[in-house]
């Protein structure tokens, strides 16, 4: 149950394993029907990179409370459940949490991968939606925030390009990152160093196994 799985500081949600046939407003249809459809929404930031039909079937949901975020994961469970949603394979707890920090991981995997990842996220917190992304880093992201990012990112995407040919090469390295006849996504699953790594780096309340993890390129 999410509420046995998230707590009171928990606003992120990651929706992995996301069909190619879905896009950016689909799953914006989602997140307002399991929310409700209120002005202002009840999240205020969205991540799909890659965006368009090229996406890497990963969107980043934050909200802006915590109770709110466990509606909408037990929303999707449910017809996920009941075999209404085929199209996202998982939903659950993102390891970056909250609006500013999810804010600090985008502009620092920006700086990792810049000719990869060049779909910027869409913000829909009041007064904010048409910010430019460098004033929104000024107003709600420390530099402390920054450094942490931009550990995280370094970790993340640091060995994503020299697994990436081995990735393809093996069949068992993305089966768990695509559905049914879906592109699967260009990941692999980390190394026992490297998840120690990330789970030391993401303050993850329990330790990760490798199947939970992909290390990707977008």
Do not use: W
């Amino acid at each position: 149950m999410a509420s046995q799985e998230f707590d009171d500081n928990t606003t992120t949600l990651a929706l992995r394993g996301i069909a190619k046939r879905y896009s950016i407003e689909a799953i914006l249809e989602l997140l307002d029907a399991a929310t409700g459809k209120s002005e202002p929404r009840r999240y205020d930031f969205v991540h799909m990179p890659g965006g368009g039909a090229s996406h890497a079937g990963l969107a980043i949901v934050n909200f802006v409370d915590a109770t709110s975020c466990r509606t909408c994961c037990e929303y999707v469970r449910d017809l996920q459940e009941r075999g209404f949603l085929p199209g996202i394979k998982s939903i659950g707890r993102s390891r970056v949490q909250g609006f500013a920090e999810n804010l600090a991981f985008y502009a620092a995997a920006v700086k990792q991968e810049r000719e990869r990842i060049n779909e910027r996220p869409l913000i829909f917190a009041p007064g904010f939606q048409d910010m430019d992304m460098d004033t929104l880093l000024q107003l709600f992201v420390s530099q402390d925030m920054m450094v942490t990012a931009g550990q995280q990112a370094k970790v993340m995407y640091k060995k994503s390009q020299s697994g990436e040919s081995q990735g393809r090469r093996s069949d068992s390295s993305s089966s768990s990152d695509h559905l049914g006849d879906e592109a699967p996504l260009r990941g692999r699953q980390p190394t026992l160093e490297e998840l120690c790594e990330i789970d030391d780096l993401f303050a993850t309340t329990t330790p990760s196994r490798q199947s939970d993890v992909v290390i990707f390129s977008l």
